[in-house]
């Protein structure tokens, strides 16, 4: 599209006295026929729930091992994506400024293998009061292969009653406050990562590069993961990673 087209379009929003729903809805759509993305078949699908606030390594880490896999001959690669309840752009908790792929509000979304929560700034008040975003990721839960968390994402899979019967771990100065909003849960600490059926929960930041690592060498194997970590010059040995598989 022009870029002076797009230009009118911006002003026109701005000028226009209507709610900020409709201006909402009307961007939507201008950012839909905009943002296109096209998902190989043959790949898994790896969908990343973003919204405002989300923060950057809990976001990035985890986006950076999957999508290196599509630079790894002979194994099934990854198609990686983000989602969102808008087509807006969502801003990191760090200012960062990013394109949903998909509203899972609206219009159709891929079949989802792998769901990725990153941490957001909200996870522990507001996000958790998101009944559109808990029900979304329900839906998901039930088809998907893997669902992973980082930091405090675990509290959004606490919150959708994934976690009621698994082991799982968030960020290590969260834990207590995620044992007294959930304390039916069984709540590990003292390691990076917990795996247990097909949740895998992890204590987020910089480690959230070892969860991916570790999910990622549960379905190629050790030297893939060796590779992939070795393309982010990223130390990687599980022997050597504090965590738990149940």
Not at 12 to 30: P, R
Not at 98 to 105: A, I, S
């Amino acid at each position: 599209m022009d870029y002076k087209f797009t230009i009118l379009i911006m002003v026109l929003l701005m000028s226009c006295q209507t709610d900020q729903q409709e201006v909402s809805q009307v961007a939507d759509k201008f950012f839909e026929s905009e943002r296109k993305i096209n998902l190989d078949p043959d790949r898994y699908n790896v969908g990343f729930l973003i919204m405002d606030g989300v923060y950057n390594t809990e976001l990035t880490a985890p986006y950076d091992i999957f999508q290196h896999t599509i630079f790894r001959k002979g194994i099934k690669s990854m198609n990686t994506f983000l989602i969102a309840n808008t087509l807006n752009p969502i801003t990191s908790f760090e200012g960062i400024r990013m394109l949903p792929d998909f509203n899972y509000l609206e219009g159709e979304l891929p079949k989802i293998d792998i769901l990725v929560i990153p941490s957001a700034e909200h996870h522990l008040d507001t996000d958790l009061e998101d009944e559109a975003m808990i029900n979304f990721v329900r839906k998901v839960s039930k088809d998907a292969m893997y669902i992973t968390s980082h930091c405090d994402g675990a509290f959004v899979l606490a919150k959708a009653g994934l976690l009621d019967e698994v082991a799982s771990t968030t960020f290590p100065s969260d834990i207590d406050k995620y044992k007294k909003m959930f304390p039916e849960l069984d709540v590990r600490k003292d390691v990076l990562f917990v795996h247990d059926g097909k949740y895998i929960t992890s204590a987020g930041g910089a480690k959230s590069f070892e969860a991916a690592l570790y999910l990622a060498e549960e379905l190629y194997g050790k030297e893939i993961a060796k590779s992939l970590s070795g393309g982010l010059v990223i130390d990687w040995d599980l022997d050597e990673v504090p965590h738990v598989k149940i």
